[in-house]
T-cell receptor, first 111, second 110 residues
Framework: DSGVTQTPKHLITATGQRVTLRCSPR?????VYWYQQSLDQGLQFLIQYYNGEERAKGNILERFSAQQFPDLHSELNLSSLELGDSALYFC??????????FGPGTRLTVL | QQQVKQSPQSLIVQKGGISIINCAYENTAFDYFPWYQQFPGKGPALLIAIRPDVSEKKEGRFTISFNKSAKQFSLHIMDSQPGDSATYFCAATGRRALTFGSGTRLQVQP
């Protein structure tokens, strides 16, 4: 158990809908990263937050957004969902070093 | 320049054998190279990591070899066990997000 929690575990929704994925980092970790894992694209970095502020952006679509709250949990919002957004979404957290610890993921299925 | 190339895509090893997975990177700003192990339905789990100031790091049956001049690093799993059957990802970072290799599916046959 990495200490990173994610909810929900599974999410099934329809095209055009909006969903919110939630992540709670390990106790004391200020950084939260979001990654998308799909069969054709592998593990890709989406966005990073550090202590409530956006720190870095990767291959995140404009339809996607995230935020980190004062209690350090983070939410990833996915809107206008398309079939191709079906994937595993992971968050990871880290402290001041490079080690990133991943949560169990949320499996999103868009029908 | 951000790419990390990983090979092989899949690997079958007999129990007790050595599993070797290779990665190559391009960005010389990378200074931290972790390996992750992922079982089906689970998140990637940090296995072992190395920084470029050392050429080798060993933890139990897992060893990372690092060649800075060639910009290559590899994972060796000694005495491979059926429980090691999983997907392994190499990654690299230079203070920010991880750039992952494409993964290697390892199957250890009993």
């Amino acid at each position: 158990d990495s200490g990173v929690t994610q909810t929900p575990k599974h999410l099934i929704t329809a095209t055009g809908q909006r969903v919110t994925l939630r992540c709670s980092p390990r106790s004391g970790d200020l950084s939260v990263y979001w990654y998308q894992q799909s069969l054709d694209q592998g593990l890709q970095f989406l966005i990073q937050y550090y202590n409530g502020e956006e720190r870095a952006k990767g291959n995140i679509l404009e339809r996607f957004s995230a935020q980190q709250f004062p209690d350090l949990h983070s939410e990833l919002n996915l809107s206008s969902l398309e079939l191709g957004d079906s994937a595993l979404y992971f968050c990871a957290s880290s402290s001041e070093g490079n080690e990133q610890f991943f949560g169990p993921g949320t499996r999103l299925t868009v029908l | 320049q951000q790419q990390v190339k990983q090979s092989p895509q899949s690997l079958i090893v007999q129990k007790g054998g050595i599993s070797i997975i290779n990665c190559a990177y391009e960005n010389t700003a990378f200074d931290y190279f972790p390996w992750y192990q992922q079982f089906p339905g689970k998140g990637p789990a940090l296995l072992i990591a190395i920084r470029p100031d050392v050429s080798e790091k060993k933890e139990g049956r897992f060893t990372i070899s690092f060649n800075k001049s060639a910009k290559q690093f590899s994972l060796h799993i000694m005495d491979s066990q059926p429980g090691d059957s999983a997907t392994y990802f190499c990654a690299a970072t230079g203070r920010r997000a991880l750039t992952f290799g494409s993964g290697t599916r390892l199957q250890v046959q009993p």
